[in-house]
């Protein structure tokens, strides 16, 4: 059973603050990373994904993915009220239905004005 | 790039009725297709796989016969609810992926509420 652990919060940081998300992961062989924003009400947008141990920065977004622990985070500098939303962590499995995503359940993200 | 089109975006029906939704990818040709259900503050739940011009792929406890999956082209796939009830009441998503590569993401619709009175 493949499976993704997230906490589901809900987190609140103050504005400009720093978010912290985690992740884990079940399959050891699981290849790539992604993270997903949800709005409430509205379908999933790609942040990011990491396929390599190590960080992956794009603007105010981070990545780090361990692959030993089975970790992946989202780290998000500067946060701001509209950053305030659900953050979904996703696995691609290593073999089989390798195409498929695993979701977590998400982390409800809330940043204080 | 890498747009997801979906129809309708909102749908009320009656208890009973069929209901089609369809994904376009509109400017790529997408090989594999998913579709996914979300209930209120829950996560995607994969209902099927769907890869152009085969049979689609349901997960454990998806009824096929009820989830009517096609997928025509490399840019479109439906899903129909038939004989919808209430319970079938969620948003559905669908997702679909450009390329065979480690790195390559799905791209998700905005979605479809569908609501059965």
């Known amino acids: 059973q493949k499976e993704v652990e997230q906490n589901s919060g809900p987190l609140s940081v103050p504005e400009g603050a720093i978010a912290s998300l985690n992740c884990t992961y079940s399959?050891?062989?699981?290849?790539?990373f992604f993270w997903y924003r949800q709005y409430s009400g509205k379908s999933p947008e790609l942040i990011m994904f990491i396929y390599s141990n190590g960080d992956k920065e794009d603007g105010r977004f981070t990545a780090q993915l361990n692959k030993a622990s089975q970790y992946v985070s989202l780290l998000i500098r500067d946060s701001q009220p509209s950053d305030s939303a659900t953050y979904l962590c996703?696995?691609?499995?290593?073999?089989?239905?390798?195409?498929?995503?695993?979701f977590g359940s998400g982390t409800q993200l809330t940043v204080l004005p | 790039g890498a747009v997801v089109s979906q129809h309708p975006s909102w749908v009320i029906c009656k208890s009973g009725t069929s209901v089609k939704i369809e994904c376009r990818s509109l400017d790529f040709q997408a090989t594999t297709m998913f579709w996914y259900r979300q209930f209120p503050k829950q996560s995607l739940m994969l209902m099927a796989t769907s890869n152009e011009g085969s049979k689609a792929t349901y997960e454990q406890g998806v009824e096929k016969d009820k989830f009517l999956i096609n997928h025509a082209s490399l840019t479109l796939s439906t899903l129909t609810v038939t004989s919808a009830h209430p319970e079938d009441s969620s948003f559905y998503i669908c997702?679909?992926?450009?390329?065979?590569?480690?790195?390559?993401?799905?791209?998700f619709g905005p979605g479809t509420r569908l609501l059965v009175l």
């Open positions: 399959d050891r062989g699981s290849q790539s």
């Open positions: 996703a696995v691609k499995g290593s073999s089989g239905s390798a195409r498929q995503l695993t």
């Open positions: 997702s679909a992926i450009p390329g065979r590569e480690l790195w390559e993401t799905q791209y």
